[in-house]
């Protein structure tokens, strides 16, 4: 099999049609700001040593660091780190510089209405799980999120909700999935990746079937709340990671010639400080050997349309993998019926 | 090798994305830079590496999208390979 024949079937090809179209994106990473209300446990941002710089929060010197940035080629903005929607004025000026883009967001804190960036709402748990994984800052037990995120984000059209997966949390997936759909929104899926050096007990590590069989029941039961697909959830919830399935084309890891081409050659990661590594990577201090994370499978997998060629079958994965991949990140992208089955 | 059936794998590669061929046809030359001077988007090339192996029966490594960043390179390539 071939690219060329799996491209003779119409509706691989029409797929394939759709989500060429946005090849053009050109990605890098922003830390918008150090403060955060929350300590999540395993928590990317607070695992190094990011978070001891001293912010830049003035909004005009932002807007002339994107002017920059869109002249270096950057045509998508993944504003996060620790919590972005305490930056409005930041936000605002990334947003009339690059429009396109996501916030990362715990959603404690409504962002601008005006701010027409795709939302991403982190969620860890249910009523019993969240408040255990994602503590306030001065080490009380957090608040239960969802009901807050919910109510900060009624009917509004930016946001998708991110559920992460971890060790304990299968089953509470489903109190979240009644009330996110109850609600209208969407959900997709995220297995947790401990970071270097982190000992948590949230790494999965007996749980990956289970993960993946809840997965596969989510899809099933809320086919119109869940934004994901079969192939998503095989290559997520393998023992190995998503680096040794598919390598990582990010230039923390990437080598050989994938420095030079795509993601590698373009991707950084900047600090919220404005100042940015050599090693970039889209969630930094990840293990690489445990990586099972959304975001990096965003790049890595899509990267390696090479490695799915083979069959159609791979191919039809890994367009239903891309066409999840721009649902999640493109507001107003519409996903379609998966191919792979 | 007549670099012509090189170029017309590459805009067959960039039909449906969002380029301007039209204007690209016109300005490029066989040493022009597939991402520097066509602005290139990295997956549009990987789906011309895998026509090309397609097209010539050859298998491309990673490393080789490095090196391989116009047509002049990859005729030169292919000449090494048979194709002269």
């Given at each position: 099999m071939s690219l060329t024949a799996s491209l003779q079937v119409p509706e691989v090809e029409a797929r394939y049609r759709k989500v060429k179209k946005f090849f053009f994106l050109r990605e890098s990473a922003y830390d918008i700001t150090s403060a955060c209300q929350l300590r999540c446990d395993g928590c990317y941002y607070f695992a190094?040593?990011?978070?001891k710089v001293r912010d830049d929060k003035d909004p005009e010197r932002w807007r002339h660091f994107m002017k920059g940035e869109k002249e270096r080629g950057i045509n998508y903005v993944n504003l996060a780190g620790?919590?972005?929607?305490?930056?409005p004025k930041v936000l605002r000026a990334c947003h009339e510089t690059i429009p396109l883009g996501t916030i990362f967001t715990n959603g404690l804190k409504r962002i601008d209405p005006g701010i027409r960036y795709r939302i991403q709402v982190s969620v860890w748990g249910d009523g019993t799980g969240d408040p255990k994984y994602r503590k306030y800052a001065n080490g009380r037990e957090g608040p239960y999120c969802l009901p807050v995120q919910l109510e900060n984000y009624?009917?509004?059209?930016r946001v998708i909700f991110v559920y992460t997966f971890n060790q304990e949390n299968v089953q509470q997936v489903d109190e979240v999935l009644a009330q996110v759909s109850g609600a209208g929104h969407k959900i997709t899926f995220n297995v947790f990746s401990v970071p270097e050096g982190n000992g948590s007990l949230l790494k999965l590590t007996d749980t990956l079937t289970a993960t993946r069989d809840k997965m596969m029941e989510a899809m099933e039961k809320y086919p119109r709340t869940v934004v994901y697909s079969r192939y998503n959830a095989e290559v997520h919830t393998q023992a190995v990671s998503l680096r040794g399935q598919f390598g990582c084309p990010y230039p923390r890891a990437a080598v050989n010639g994938r420095k030079e081409f795509g993601i590698g050659r373009t991707f950084r990661n900047y600090r919220a400080d404005l100042s940015h590594g050599t090693a970039s990577c889209c969630v930094p201090h990840t293990d690489c050997a445990d990586c099972r994370h959304y975001a990096a499978g965003s790049a890595i997998v899509t990267s390696r349309l090479d490695l799915h060629t083979a069959s159609e079958g791979m191919f039809r994965g890994w367009l239903d993998y891309v066409d999840t991949y721009l649902a999640i990140w493109i507001l107003g992208y519409d996903k379609s019926e998966n191919l792979y089955v | 090798m007549d670099a012509h059936v090189v170029w017309d794998l590459v805009w067959t590669s960039l039909q449906g994305g969002h380029y301007d061929i039209d204007a690209l046809r016109a300005r490029v030359r066989?040493?022009?830079?597939?991402?520097?001077?066509?602005?290139?988007d990295s997956l549009d090339l990987v789906e011309f590496y895998l026509r090309l192996e397609e097209r010539f029966n050859v298998k491309l490594k990673e490393d080789d999208y490095a090196r391989l960043t116009s047509v002049q390179a990859i005729t030169a390539l292919l000449a090494v390979k048979g194709h002269a």
């Open positions: 190094g040593d990011r978070s620790a919590e972005p929607a305490l930056m009624a009917q509004d059209d | 066989d040493d022009s830079h597939f991402i520097e001077d066509m602005g290139i």
